[in-house]
């Protein structure tokens, strides 16, 4: 579950809101780039940008409360993008976490292989187990 306050890349992401606050005052809810953390160029509406860029720790942890569902997560332990101490600790909100050792953000190279072995898992079982 992505972290998104703004943190290290604050002005950024706020500048990028203001430009969506902006474009959403001229009812211009055509893609436009954003630029949202690591993501240099996020392609998608005003509107849909300033919703996910406000999506907190807290707003997470307040939509996890009320999903009733058997949920999973998957992380790569050589993620250094997304914060894997919040990640971890979301194990609360009853989330099966799954952790693929030396995979990277992106699950890229021979870790790509893991990540859908897990994926399919969760979809055929219900669980990586």
């Not at 203001?18 to 009812?27: D, E, F, M, R, V």
């Not at 609360?92 to 050792?101: A, E, H, P, R, S």
Request: glycine share 4%.
């Amino acid at each position: 579950m992505p972290d998104l306050d703004p943190g290290y890349h604050k002005n950024k992401t706020l500048q990028s809101r203001k430009k969506a606050q902006q474009l959403i005052s001229q009812k211009n809810n055509s893609l436009n780039i954003f630029e949202l953390l690591y993501c240099k160029k996020y392609p998608t509406s005003a509107q849909n940008f300033l919703s996910y860029s406000q999506f907190s720790k807290e707003k997470i942890s307040e939509h996890l409360k009320k999903i009733t569902i058997k949920k999973s997560l998957i992380l790569g332990t050589k993620d250094k993008i997304i914060n894997q101490q919040w990640n971890m600790g979301l194990s609360q909100y009853n989330i099966d976490i799954i952790v693929i050792d030396g995979a990277d953000h992106f699950f890229d190279y021979e870790y790509e292989f893991d990540l859908f072995d897990s994926v399919e898992n969760i979809l055929l079982n219900g669980s990586d187990q």
